[in-house]
C-alpha cells in the first residue's frame, strides 16, 4: 500500500572547511529517513551550496533561491569564517549572508521557512588562545548570537558517541 509522504526541504548553511561534519549531517538525516520516514509522514532532503551548478552571477545569488523553498536551515561553524559573497555587500560570508536570509524568512508569514538549528564546532583550547582573523569573526558571532538572546544554539558540536 503507498503511503504518502512530505517532503521537508533542510538547507546545510556553514563555509567550505566543514565538508566532513556537512556529511555527517547528511548521513544523520539520511539514517532518519530510513528509520523514522514513513511512521512520521515526512522525509527531509538536504540541499548545500555544494550542489548547485555554476554558472554566470553572482554565486550567492544563485544559491539564495534554494534557500528560499526550504522548510528548515541547519547552521554550522567551526573555525572558520568564509569568504565575502560580494566585493562591496553588507555581509563579510555567504554563510552569514544565509543567516540573515533564513531570519527573513523565519519572518515573513509567505516563506516556508519553520526554524534555524545554529551549531558551533567545538575549537581545541590551543586554537583559542591565537584564534586569528577567521575564527575571531566566528567568535563576534557566536558572542552577537548570545547577546540577542534571539535563539537558542549548541556550542559543544560534534558530541561524541
Not at 97 to 105: I, N, Q, S, V, Y
Not at 110 to 134: N, S, Y
Request: aromatic letters at 8%.
Amino acid at each position: 500500500m503507498p503511503i504518502e509522504l512530505s517532503g521537508r526541504p533542510i538547507f546545510l548553511a556553514s563555509p567550505g572547511n566543514l565538508a566532513h561534519e556537512r556529511d555527517i549531517c547528511r548521513k544523520t538525516v539520511s539514517a532518519f529517513n530510513e528509520e523514522r520516514a514513513n511512521p512520521a509522514r515526512v522525509h527531509f532532503l538536504v540541499r548545500g551550496w555544494e550542489q548547485f551548478p555554476a554558472g554566470v552571477g553572482r554565486p550567492q545569488a544563485r544559491i539564495n533561491p534554494y534557500i528560499d523553498d526550504c522548510d528548515f536551515m541547519i547552521l554550522m561553524l567551526g573555525d572558520h569564517w568564509g569568504s565575502p559573497p560580494s566585493l562591496d555587500g553588507p555581509y563579510s560570508s555567504g554563510t552569514e549572508e544565509e543567516f540573515h536570509r533564513c531570519l527573513e524568512l523565519l519572518e515573513s508569514s509567505d516563506a516556508c521557512m519553520r526554524d534555524l538549528l545554529v551549531l558551533f564546532k567545538t575549537i581545541d583550547a590551543g586554537r583559542l588562545r591565537d584564534p586569528g582573523p577567521q575564527l575571531c569573526k566566528v567568535m563576534d558571532f557566536r558572542d552577537r548570537l548570545e547577546q540577542s538572546k534571539s535563539l537558542l544554539f549548541d556550542c559543544q558540536w560534534p558530541r561524541s558517541s
